[in-house]
């Protein structure tokens, strides 16, 4: 590689880097505590459900239950499980008829509990689990900016990625292995940097092309609207197949009794352990009242297996039918595909552990990143006042990103302690707990004092969060082991596991420090 080509791409790698980081290691640490979204939130809730898709539910009693609360017919009712909780959300869209109630023409949607049928609205459903999902696409900025930036920061930082393996490509092997921890500062961070982005690559690899596609695929939408569907938008997203067919209202009610489950059953006796994730009845209670089916088959035989089955309620005959096996198209498969390698859940707490360890050695890929930054441009050649600027710019950003940790450990002893919560809660405690801890460390000036004290308080809080469990519920985590509740267990020993961890990495550091 000729030296001017060698010199472009390695600022470019390093500028990339730079203006990407903070973003970037809030997306990645948020990203990795989304692995356990379901558990987070069952842990909160002090629930533990089975880890399977299907809605575990009696579909014709809910029916039944949200007649004496709702005016149903002329209506579109959507049941789906979006995640492995006890709660399925609902969706009621406005009637058709012409004479129904004020109350039937808004469109409603709200959450069932599976077990004792009370509704929850999204913002009272809201958890900490939910919360660092969506932060990890930057989703409590306003929609779309927040999308876009999680998208276009994906896309950087596949370039960063791209351009750190071409500027190491000729070392790439024998930089894997070297590791001087006694050597210069700068030789310390950048073995890191390398040995760690290498043995993280095919992870951060994977995680930027989905992350990007996922996000920026919105700003793809429009071009195809306008030029290739003439403007309808509806037209796409039915190709897409990202919505259901419609069937026209008749006015006219179904006399003949009706069962939800039967249909489920149907489904379920067509393809063997097909899990049915969503039911989605089209004009409740007429004559054209049709029934959806829809699901999956476990991604452990098959991550493009989705498929479902519509019937014609009265008759009780197939309209439709799509295969879990034969009939997927490819671009079910780059979808499915590309949503599994995301959410990374089909290799079950193994491979969520994995994901786990990786997101967060990614978090320490950034910071030395960042580090190597600060350390290469120390130096006396370098203007004073240029240096006070690089050495503020890094303050901040270490001070923004490493205060993470403590005011997540803290937030999860806040919502057991002061929960139920909802979406205000969480958000108030967690964002300004957030800017009160960067500011104190932002205004300490001491980056070594950041680095210990937020490893010290965010092992301290992380060790308070499966006794403020055990205290609250008295499930403490001998008894949640011992009782089989997985998703409690897991909770606490991971925040146990981490605690732990942390506590000897600060040990390491006041031992070298006494050196």
């Not at 989304?34 to 089975?50: C, G």
């Not at 043995?199 to 290739?228: C, D, E, H, R, S």
């Not at 519509?310 to 034969?326: F, H, L, M, N, R």
């Amino acid at each position: 590689m000729k030296n001017r080509t060698y010199n472009i791409l390695f600022h470019t790698h390093t500028v990339s880097g730079i203006v990407i980081s903070v973003v970037l290691y809030v997306i990645f640490f948020a990203g990795s505590f989304s692995f356990f979204r379901d558990e987070i939130v069952n842990w909160e809730r002090n629930q533990t459900v089975e880890v399977t898709d299907d809605i575990q539910i009696n579909l014709d009693k809910v029916l039944d239950s949200l007649s004496h609360n709702y005016s149903l017919y002329g209506r579109d009712i959507e049941l789906k499980r979006y995640f492995i909780e006890q709660r399925v959300g609902v969706s009621i869209s406005a009637s058709k008829d012409s004479l129904a109630p004020e109350d039937a023409k808004t469109a409603q949607f709200f959450y069932l509990d599976t077990k004792d049928y009370s509704e929850h609205s999204y913002i009272n459903s809201y958890t900490l689990g939910e919360f660092l999902y969506r932060l990890h696409f930057l989703a409590q900025v306003p929609y779309p900016i927040g999308y876009y930036l999680s998208g276009f920061v994906a896309l950087f930082f596949l370039f960063a990625i791209v351009t750190g393996v071409l500027v190491h490509w000729k070392k790439i092997v024998a930089n894997f292995y070297l590791f001087r921890p006694l050597g210069k500062l700068k030789t310390m961070w950048t073995d890191a940097h390398t040995t760690l982005g290498m043995l993280g690559l095919p992870f951060q690899f994977v995680y930027a092309v989905t992350g990007a596609f996922f996000m920026i695929k919105l700003l793809l939408v429009a071009p195809n609207v306008m030029v290739i569907y003439e403007g309808d938008q509806a037209k796409l997203y039915e190709e897409l197949g990202y919505s259901h067919p419609t069937y026209e209202f008749q006015h006219k009610e179904n006399s003949t009794p009706v069962s939800v489950n039967k249909f489920v059953d149907d489904t379920q006796r067509i393809w063997s352990d097909f899990k049915v994730t969503e039911t989605h009845i089209f004009n409740y209670g007429d004559e054209n009242m049709h029934v959806l089916v829809g699901g999956h088959l476990a991604y452990t035989e098959s991550f493009n297996g989705g498929g479902e089955v519509i019937y014609k309620a009265k008759t009780g005959e197939i309209v439709s039918q799509k295969s879990p096996i034969i009939n997927n198209t490819y671009l079910d498969t780059v979808k499915n595909v590309l949503y599994r390698i995301h959410y990374g859940d089909y290799g079950g707490y193994a491979l969520k552990m994995l994901s786990f360890l990786f997101g967060l050695i990614t978090c320490f890929v950034i910071i030395s990143g960042v580090m190597i930054w600060l350390v290469a441009r120390d130096k006396k050649n370098v203007p004073e006042k240029k240096r006070r600027f690089n050495e503020r710019v890094v303050r901040m950003y270490l001070a923004i990103c490493l205060s993470m940790f403590p005011i997540t450990a803290l937030s999860f002893v806040a919502v057991k302690i002061f929960g139920p919560v909802d979406q205000s809660f969480i958000y108030s405690f967690y964002f300004i707990g957030w800017l009160l801890l960067t500011l104190i460390f932002i205004l300490k000036k001491d980056n070594a004092f950041t680095n210990k004290w937020c490893l010290l308080l965010g092992s301290l809080f992380g060790l308070l969060v499966p006794i403020s469990n055990g205290i609250v519920t008295g499930n403490w985590i001998w008894k949640s082991y011992l009782e089989g509740y997985t998703q409690l267990f897991f909770v606490d020993f991971l925040w146990l596991l981490i605690s732990v961890l942390g506590f000897l990495v600060v040990f390491k550091l006041n031992k070298k420090s006494i050196k």
